[in-house]
């Protein structure tokens, strides 16, 4: 029984442990771009912030279900026939966490950036709202009994 070290510490979960790490990152910082979008639109105050947080949540809608489902059914087609441990990552495919920091880097940029916050706050609604709608279905099958 010869197990290389990598193997040895590789951390490992099983499948619902990476539906729960799955629906946590998803929720959280879906939870975190909300947060900073209502931050923004609360500065801002009046029926315009009103307006322009609505149409983020509109737009998180199509986000939703236009692009992020899609991405969360592969998740989960790749996540629900686990039996054994798999590596703790394996939530998503390696590419998917360049884009991750691209988009990442993307964020930080626009928040320290001079757009203006009311409009970048549509931006973080959206993806936000889409992120928590998203996160949805792996929750529900994390709750689901099997």
Request: charged residues 15%.
């Amino acid at each position: 029984m010869n197990v290389s070290l990598m193997e040895r510490y590789k951390p490992a979960a099983d499948r619902r442990t990476l539906l729960l790490i799955s629906g946590f990152i998803w929720s959280g910082v879906g939870i975190m771009l909300v947060s900073f979008a209502l931050v923004w639109l609360s500065a801002r105050g009046g029926t315009a912030a009103y307006l322009l947080g609505g149409s983020g949540l509109v737009l998180s809608w199509f986000i939703h279900h236009f692009g992020l489902t899609r991405i969360v059914n592969r998740n989960l087609g790749r996540i629900l026939p686990v039996r054994d441990k798999r590596c703790l990552f394996s939530f998503q495919p390696w590419k998917s966490y360049i884009i991750i920091l691209i988009m990442i880097a993307m964020g930080v940029t626009l928040r320290h950036s001079s757009f203006p916050k009311p409009y970048l706050a549509v931006i973080y609604m959206a993806m936000g709202a889409a992120l928590i709608l998203s996160s949805t279905r792996y929750w529900k099958h994390f709750f689901r009994k099997s």
